[in-house]
């Protein structure tokens, strides 16, 4: 019985992570700054002038303290549960990368990443959590998940 609760628990933790994780939008005109404007009149220009097809805007990013964007669904696809029989307790979170940022993605800070031809790059993570709002938001609904399993 306990197992099963606990299970469950991770399942719905999991599920809410994965439902918070959305796909981006696209960057509308107004909201780019005039070097951005100008950098994509470049690329049409270019585009058009090479005979490619007309570039799409960027995608917006997430804002801090909101959960993150996920074009390609792979951060969603990995957020996983386990539940470890010897211990009795359960694990919910995403796998970790190579590069460690999925960590920094939930809690923010800076990392060194590897870019084209060697050449290493810093980028800034300003902290979108979406694994304790999932926490946060199942903690009312696990009571009744472990009201018989005791």
């Keep these: 019985m306990k197992e099963t609760a606990l299970k469950r628990a991770g399942a719905l ?19 780019l700054t005039n070097n951005q404007i ?49 211990e009795e307790w359960v694990v919910v979170g995403p796998l970790k990368s190579k590069t460690g940022t999925v960590h920094l993605l939930e809690h923010g800070g800076t990392a060194q990443l ?19 709002p999932a926490e946060e938001k199942a903690r009312p609904k696990l009571p009744q998940l472990f009201q018989n399993a005791l």
Excluded: C, Q, W
């Design 114 to 132: 590897p870019g084209f031809r060697g050449k290493i790059f810093t980028m800034d993570f300003k902290g979108n959590p979406f694994m304790r």
């Design 13 to 31: 933790i999991m599920t809410i992570a994965r439902r918070s994780i959305r796909k981006p939008r696209r960057v509308r005109i107004g909201e």
């Design 38 to 86: 100008e950098r994509h009149e470049r690329r049409i220009r270019r585009a058009k002038r090479e005979g490619f097809p007309r570039p799409k805007l960027p995608y917006k990013h997430a804002d801090p303290g909101e959960p993150p964007r996920s074009a390609t669904g792979f951060l969603k696809k990995f957020i996983l549960y386990g539940y470890d029989k010897i």
